[in-house]
């Protein structure tokens, strides 16, 4: 290792690249503070040209695409502690930390049972992976009416927890949405938490969603509805939210009043479907024409409501969801501040590594073009497929935890421990990676690294995992070969290996 190693990566002229490639760095100054004293502190002091960051799926994306411009300072809140619980107070109110992922959402059992409508929500935003460090809380900041979990918890009727330095106050989620990807927050808020009261047993509810493909896809139009009924199966109550119908997340007051006194029966439920058709005026797009979008809320909130009438919305809720995320999430204990030529000091592979040059980059173009010459190794298994979260060819594990590295800022890196596809054999090749190699799973080779990642993350967590859950685990991995049937079968042959031949791909 060779501490204190400066490398400049040599740059292409911006005509030889394509529009998708054209990349801005990252910040110069990266904090890292260990309490929500210090977050707000910062914000205060730098107000516009600070952002938080915490799973920084969307917000890295933005940055280096040059959609987000004048930040200066990114304020990584993702080691403090106490930030990720989910709890439900003693007046049935449930609160979310605003480090709670939506991994944590589809796993939390008091959400499964009393917040369907948002674990379903939080299953459909992207693939496990990016379920592991994406936040429901930057989900809503982000203010996207594609965005799954605002209408989830429109529908819920959620409420939001804002502090600053000023002081702290609380917002209806419904009135924190001025227009398109707007918020009412200020430059020095930060939102520490979500609220909502738990649904009660006289109430239902469900998300349902349209995309494109069967995974990682952005809404053409998302719905969550929550339908309260007396003893006589009457209707008491109705919250119908609609997403990627509108600038931002709308209510169907029509639709809610057509079920207002009325049985969940057939005229009811066509009725209610009408009328959400007709108030909203979708845009055209590339996902879907405002014709289009009209009639498949028709259709979605028909069948929505149907299923909340014969009580079959549970029906997609997998038994044992797949979660890429910790167990136990790594925390500060003192703050840290990174600045250009400061240290970013990591354990890659089990070997430490110092290096005073790549804050600026992602920890993908960091691993492969600091840390690995640094250390004196190659590390250039990890791959860059899209640059935005969706092939996992740069799959890593960060303090235990996946992480796409072409969405994480490098100094995150710093006091943390990685593991790339170089460490998962020590001394030799993985049960995981043997398998590959014995069912023929590897054509080109370029996607292979981040299917071995995502198939030893889920035997981590599943080690006898069903055909289905192998299929969940990779959905967030993209072979351009489309080799996928042998590399079902690796994963499901190492599982049956380490199981001592049990087949752990059984239904």
């Not at 398109?180 to 109430?203: W, Y």
């Not at 509810?205 to 199966?233: C, N, P, T, W």
């Not at 029906?315 to 840290?336: D, E, I, N």
Request: proline letters at 5%; a neutral charge; hydrophobic letters at 40%.
């Amino acid at each position: 290792m060779r501490e204190g190693l400066s490398i400049t990566v040599p740059r292409r002229r911006k005509s030889s690249l394509h529009e998708v490639q054209r990349r801005a760095d990252l910040t110069d100054r990266y904090e890292s503070p260990s309490l929500v004293e210090e977050a707000l502190s910062l914000l205060a002091r730098h107000r516009h040209r600070a952002r938080l960051v915490a799973g920084g799926t969307d917000l890295v994306l933005e940055v280096r695409r040059g959609v987000r411009s004048g930040v200066e300072v990114l304020v990584d809140i993702s080691r403090i502690a106490g930030l990720d619980n989910i709890r439900q107070d003693a007046g049935g109110v449930i609160h979310l930390g605003p480090l709670v992922t939506h991994a944590d959402v589809v796993s939390s059992d008091l959400i499964r049972s009393r917040a369907l409508p948002l674990a379903q929500a939080s299953l459909e935003v992207g693939a496990p992976p990016l379920q592991a460090r994406s936040t429901v809380v930057g989900n809503l900041v982000t203010a996207s009416p594609a965005n799954d979990t605002i209408s989830a918890l429109t529908a819920l009727d959620a409420r939001l927890d804002i502090s600053s330095e000023r002081g702290d106050r609380q917002e209806a989620l419904a009135d924190f949405y001025p227009g398109i990807r707007r918020t009412t927050l200020a430059p020095d808020e930060m939102v520490t938490g979500v609220s909502f009261r738990g649904l009660e047993a006289d109430q239902t509810g469900v998300f349902v969603k349209l995309g494109l493909r069967m995974a990682q896809a952005i809404s053409v139009v998302h719905m969550a509805l929550v339908v309260e009924r007396d003893a006589a199966g009457v209707t008491t109550m109705a919250r119908i939210a609609l997403g990627s119908v509108a600038p931002v997340i709308v209510r169907s007051a029509e639709a809610e009043r057509e079920l207002m006194g009325r049985r969940l029966d057939e005229p009811a439920i066509v009725a209610a479907a009408q009328a959400a058709a007709r108030a909203i005026n979708p845009i055209d797009d590339l996902r879907g024409t405002a014709d289009y979008r009209r009639w498949a809320t028709e259709v979605m909130v028909r069948r929505a409501l149907t299923a909340l009438a014969d009580g079959s919305e549970r029906r997609s809720m997998p038994s044992r969801p797949v979660h890429f995320g910790a167990s136990r999430r790594a925390t500060l204990t003192k703050a840290h501040s990174h600045r250009e030529g400061d240290p970013i000091e990591a354990v890659v592979n089990g070997t430490p590594v110092v290096t005073r040059s790549g804050g600026e980059l992602t920890l993908l173009d960091w691993l492969r073009d600091v840390a690995g010459p640094a250390a004196g190794v190659s590390l250039t298994g990890t791959k860059e497929g899209c640059a935005e979260g969706e092939c996992g060819a740069c799959l890593v594990f960060l303090d235990s935890e996946a992480a796409l590295s072409c969405l994480t800022p490098a100094p995150r890196a710093h006091g943390a421990e990685i593991v790339t596809v170089e460490g998962l054999g020590a001394g030799g090749m993985s049960p995981v990676q043997a398998a590959f190699c014995r069912t023929g799973a590897v054509q080109c080779g370029y996607c292979t690294p981040g299917f071995l990642m995502s198939a030893t993350k889920l035997l981590e967590r599943l080690p006898a995992p069903t055909t289905d859950e192998i299929v969940t685990a990779l959905s967030g991995n993209l072979c351009r070969c489309t080799g996928y049937y042998s590399i079902i079968e690796a994963v499901s042959e190492a599982a049956a290996s380490a199981s001592g031949g049990s087949d752990g791909g059984s239904e």
